[in-house]
């Protein structure tokens, strides 16, 4: 995604053009409106700043998706008031070192952790509903997912890295 947008340029105007066409089919998606994620559908600015806290990543307007889809995803798992714990504690600590300690005393770390875990992953684990005691992922977005942002040496299988016959010439050193 942010191999997408070079230094000191613009978005193209495919990105611009894809993203638009997203939102407006995010819109009429059945389920959108009536899911109770606190914002009609999207999710609150304070989860993506206290995310962009917790992965260590800038994460602005771009990932607004993967945001949205992601907090209706975690809500969903019935920790609602953990999310909001650990969003309160992310903004209101002082540094890293003070937010892992308040996660760590308050219990809210493995929340914190899933958070995480979800946005390098693009996925959410739950419970299996069939095996009581075990979990399933959920992949909510692969492509979208920060560990393509944290590993830019790499792309998710299937996503052109450039030009056509780009992988003609070896890399640059």
């Given at each position: 995604?942010?191999?997408?947008?070079?230094?000191?340029?613009?978005?193209?105007?495919?990105?611009?053009?894809?993203?638009?066409?997203?939102?407006?089919?995010?819109?009429?998606?059945?389920?959108?409106?009536?899911?109770?994620?606190?914002?009609?559908?999207?999710?609150?600015?304070?989860?993506?700043?206290?995310?962009?806290?917790?992965?260590?990543?800038?994460?602005?307007?771009?990932?607004?998706?993967?945001?949205?889809?992601?907090?209706?995803?975690?809500?969903?798992?019935?920790?609602?008031?953990?999310?909001?714990?650990?969003?309160?504690?992310?903004?209101?600590?002082?540094?890293?070192?003070?937010?892992?300690?308040?996660?760590?005393?308050?219990?809210?770390?493995?929340?914190?952790?899933?958070?995480?875990?979800?946005?390098?992953?693009?996925?959410?684990?739950?419970?299996?509903?069939?095996?009581?005691?075990?979990?399933?992922?959920?992949?909510?977005?692969?492509?979208?997912?920060?560990?393509?942002?944290?590993?830019?040496?790499?792309?998710?299988?299937?996503?052109?890295?450039?030009?056509?016959g780009y992988w003609h010439d070896g890399p640059t050193a």
């Open positions: 995604m942010s191999d997408d947008i070079q230094a000191g340029q613009g978005p193209s105007r495919r990105l611009v053009l894809g993203g638009l066409t997203g939102m407006a089919a995010v819109a009429l998606l059945p389920g959108c409106a009536s899911r109770d994620t606190g914002c009609a559908g999207t999710c609150p600015s304070d989860f993506v700043a206290a995310s962009a806290r917790l992965t260590g990543i800038e994460l602005n307007g771009t990932y607004a998706q993967l945001a949205a889809q992601l907090w209706a995803e975690l809500i969903n798992l019935g920790r609602r008031d953990e999310l909001d714990r650990v969003i309160r504690l992310a903004s209101t600590a002082h540094s890293d070192d003070d937010l892992e300690h308040r996660l760590t005393e308050s219990g809210l770390m493995p929340t914190a952790q899933d958070i995480i875990r979800a946005w390098y992953t693009g996925a959410v684990t739950i419970a299996d509903p069939g095996r009581p005691g075990m979990t399933e992922t959920k992949v909510v977005n692969y492509n979208e997912a920060l560990v393509w942002t944290a590993c830019s040496f790499t792309k998710p299988p299937a996503t052109c890295g450039g030009p056509f």
